[in-house]
C-alpha cells in the first residue's frame, strides 16, 4: 500500500541533503567543466576581458631572475632546432626579414597584475614554425633565453595566431628590461610563458618543464582557469 506520509519524508530528506551541499557543489566543477573566469567585456577570444584573479596595471612591472642580459644585435642569433626538418639559426637581418606582424594583445602576469592593449610588432611563431617544419613527432617547444630561463609550452599553444616573437612595442624598440631585442609574448596563457631576450625555441617530441614549471607553477598556465600552480 502506498504510504504519502513516507513518501513525503523520503522527498524531504533528498531535499534537505541537496540543499546542504548545493553551495558547496556549485564551488567545486567537474575538472572537465572549462567555463572560462573573469570580468568584463568579453575580448576577441570570446574570454572576460579581465581574468579571475586579475587587476588592471597602467604600469608595466618588470620580472625577470635578477639579471637582464645586454645583447648586442651583432651577436644577437635565434637557434630554432630539435625535432625540425629544417634547423635555423638567424640573425638579426634574418629574422627582420621574415613576415611581420602587428597585433595588439593582452598581458596577464601569474602575480595577479594584467595590461591591457599592448600594440606589438613581431614574427609569428607559427610563421618561424613553418619556415623549420617541425616532424610529425613535436607536440611541445622549450624556449630558452639568454639569462638561462626557459619555458615550456605545448603546440597547440604556442602556434596560435597572437604568440609572437616581439622587437617593437608602440613603435619602439622592445625596451632591454621587457626582453629587447627579442621576446615572445602569450597573451593567452600567463605571461611567464613568454621568454624574454629569447635565443633558443627547440621542438621536442615529449613536454619538459621550464624553470617556473620545475618550480610549482603550472604546466598549462590557462588565466581564465585561474591555472596558476599545479
Ligand atoms: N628570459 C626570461 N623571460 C621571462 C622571465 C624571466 O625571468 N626571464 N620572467 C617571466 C615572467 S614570470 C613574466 S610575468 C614576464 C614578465 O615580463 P615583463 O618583465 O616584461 O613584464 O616575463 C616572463 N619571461
Ligand atoms: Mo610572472
Given amino acids: 500500500m502506498e504510504d504519502p506520509d513516507k513518501l513525503a519524508r523520503i522527498v524531504e530528506a533528498r531535499m534537505k541533503l541537496k540543499a ?8 567545486t566543477p567537474s575538472v572537465a567543466d572549462t567555463r572560462p573566469q573573469g ?3 568579453l575580448n576577441r577570444h570570446g574570454m572576460p576581458e579581465v581574468p579571475v584573479g586579475q587587476t588592471i596595471t597602467q604600469k608595466w612591472p618588470v620580472l625577470d631572475l635578477g639579471y637582464q642580459p645586454d645583447v648586442d644585435l651583432t651577436r644577437w642569433r635565434l637557434i630554432v632546432d630539435g625535432a625540425v626538418e629544417n634547423p635555423v639559426r638567424l640573425t638579426w637581418q634574418d629574422f627582420m626579414a621574415l613576415p611581420q606582424t602587428d597585433d595588439t594583445s593582452d598581458f596577464h602576469c601569474v602575480t595577479t597584475w594584467s595590461k591591457l592593449d599592448m600594440r606589438w610588432t613581431g614574427v609569428r611563431l607559427m610563421d618561424l614554425a613553418s619556415l623549420v617544419h617541425p616532424r610529425d613527432k ?12 626557459t619555458t615550456n609550452l605545448s603546440l597547440e ?9 616581439v622587437h617593437t612595442f608602440e613603435d619602439k624598440p622592445l625596451p632591454q628590461e621587457h626582453g629587447g631585442p627579442v621576446r ?4 593567452q596563457l600567463y605571461a611567464w610563458k613568454g621568454a624574454k631576450w629569447i635565443k633558443r625555441i627547440q621542438f621536442l617530441t615529449a613536454d619538459q618543464p621550464g624553470f617556473w614549471e620545475e618550480r610549482g607553477y603550472s604546466n598549462t598556465a590557462y588565466p581564465w582557469r ?3 600552480y599545479s
Fill in 184 to 187: 615572445m609574448i602569450t597573451p
Fill in 226 to 228: 585561474n591555472d596558476r
Fill in 39 to 41: 570580468t568584463g567585456k
Fill in 157 to 165: 599553444e604556442a602556434l596560435k595566431p597572437d604568440v609572437l616573437l
Fill in 138 to 149: 613535436a607536440t611541445h617547444v622549450l624556449c630558452y633565453g639568454y639569462d638561462t630561463y
Fill in 20 to 27: 546542504r551541499f548545493e553551495a558547496k557543489m556549485q564551488d
